[in-house]
């Protein structure tokens, strides 16, 4: 889910937001500080968010909630049977560049 991401093509519309590393989410706090990352990525380049709208970004996010176990299946990963902050991290994220 980086920007870099090689499944992503030059001809996508958006990116996902760059928020840092996501690996050591793991508590209320953390995620919190995603979510202000996300802010101040997407205000700071507002046209380059796939789902910079509410209502794109509401309808990327529950996609990205059916999704999130086949992108953790993709990269060879188990998908906890509990949900996580990272895995809330992640979806947020996910959903801001979701097409």
């Given amino acids: 889910m980086q920007q870099d991401d ?3 093509g030059p001809y996508d519309t958006g990116r996902f937001a760059d928020v ?5 989410v ?3 706090k953390h995620a919190a500080d995603v979510v202000r990352r996300m802010r101040i990525d997407l205000l700071e380049h507002p046209n380059e968010w796939e789902n910079s709208e509410l209502e794109c970004f509401l309808e990327a ?7 999130i176990p086949k992108a953790y299946a ?15 991290a992640e979806v ?3 959903a ?3 097409e």
């Fill in 26 to 28: 793991t508590t209320i």
């Fill in 20 to 24: 840092g590393d996501m690996d050591n």
């Fill in 61 to 67: 996010l529950a996609a990205s909630l059916e999704d």
């Fill in 74 to 88: 993709n990269r060879d990963e188990q998908f906890p049977k509990q949900p996580t902050w990272r895995i809330l």
């Fill in 6 to 8: 090689p499944v992503r």
């Fill in 92 to 94: 947020l994220v996910m």
């Fill in 96 to 98: 801001t560049g979701y």
